[in-house]
T-cell receptor, first 111, second 117 residues
Framework: DAKTTQPNSMESNEEEPVHLPCNHS???????IHWYRQLPSQGPEYVIH???SNVNNRMASLAIAEDRKSSTLILHRATLRDAAVYYC????????????FGTGTRLTIIP | EAGVAQSPRYKIIEKRQSVAFWCNPI?????LYWYQQILGQGPKLLIQ????????DSQLPKDRFSAERLKGVDSTLKIQPAKLEDSAVYLC???????????????FGNGTRLTVT
C-alpha cells in the first residue's frame, strides 16, 4: 500500500481556517486520496476524497497538487467540534478497497 | 439512516479468557470490516467480508482470533484465549457493494474497548 506522511500534531484558533497537509510522493496513477477524522471516543468518519481535481463538500475542501504528490485538507472555519485526529489515506480502487490508516494528525482547536 | 451498531461498548477480561464482539452494519451494506485500534495508533484492518465471504484476513491472528458473518448481515469477532496485548478498541465498519461503488465511504461504529488484565 502506498504511504502517506502527515505532521503528528497541529493547533489552530477557533473560527480560523485550518490547512492540514499530507505528502504521498509514491502515489500511483489510480490511487484516490481519502480523508477521515476520528473524534474522541468515536470511530473514524469520512470527510472527503478526490483523484486529481480539488473537491468541496459541506465539511471541508481538498486541494490536490498538480503532480498529486501532496494534498491539503482545508477546514474553512474551525470549531471546537473539529478537534480530532485526521487521517490521510490512499485507496486503490483496483485492490480490495481496504483503508490502511497511519497515525494521522492530531488537531487541537484553541478557543 | 441508522449507523453501525456495536456491542458491548466496554469489556474487561482476564488473560486467557475468551471474548466476543458483535456488529450490525448499515442496512444494505455488503462489505463489512473489523479493525483493531491500539492506543495512540491508527486502526489496523483485521478482516474484511463481502456478504458472508472473506475478502482479506491477512492480518488476523488466526491462532486466537476468529470472525464470522452468517447470512451476510451481522458479524461477530471472537478472541480465544486473550492476551494482554489484545487490549484495544475493536471497530466495525461497513460500506456499499465492493464492485459497484469502489469509493463508497466506510461507516464506522463507535467500537468496543477491550481491557485484558
Amino acid at each position: 500500500d502506498a504511504k502517506t506522511t502527515q505532521p503528528n500534531s497541529m493547533e489552530s484558533n477557533e473560527e480560523e481556517p485550518v490547512h492540514l497537509p499530507c505528502n504521498h510522493s509514491t502515489i500511483s496513477g489510480t490511487d484516490y486520496i481519502h480523508w477521515y477524522r476520528q473524534l474522541p471516543s468515536q470511530g473514524p468518519e469520512y470527510v472527503i476524497h478526490g483523484l486529481t481535481s480539488n473537491v468541496n463538500n459541506r465539511m471541508a475542501s481538498l486541494a490536490i497538487a498538480e503532480d498529486r504528490k501532496s494534498s491539503t485538507l482545508i477546514l474553512h472555519r474551525a470549531t471546537l467540534r473539529d478537534a480530532a485526529v485526521y487521517y490521510c489515506i490512499l485507496r486503490d480502487p483496483f485492490g480490495n478497497e481496504k483503508l490502511t490508516f497511519g497515525t494521522g494528525t492530531r488537531l487541537t482547536i484553541i478557543p | 439512516e441508522a449507523g453501525v451498531a456495536q456491542s458491548p461498548r466496554y469489556k474487561i477480561i482476564e488473560k486467557r479468557q475468551s471474548v466476543a464482539f458483535w456488529c450490525n452494519p448499515i442496512s444494505g451494506h455488503a462489505t463489512l470490516y473489523w479493525y483493531q485500534q491500539i492506543l495512540g495508533q491508527g486502526p489496523k484492518l483485521l478482516i474484511q467480508f463481502q456478504n458472508n465471504g472473506v475478502v482479506d484476513d491477512s492480518q488476523l491472528p488466526k491462532d486466537r482470533f476468529s470472525a464470522e458473518r452468517l447470512k451476510g448481515v451481522d458479524s461477530t469477532l471472537k478472541i480465544q484465549p486473550a492476551k494482554l496485548e489484545d487490549s484495544a478498541v475493536y471497530l466495525c465498519a461497513s460500506s456499499l457493494e465492493l464492485q459497484s461503488s469502489y469509493n463508497s465511504p466506510l461507516h464506522f461504529g463507535n467500537g468496543t474497548r477491550l481491557t485484558v488484565t
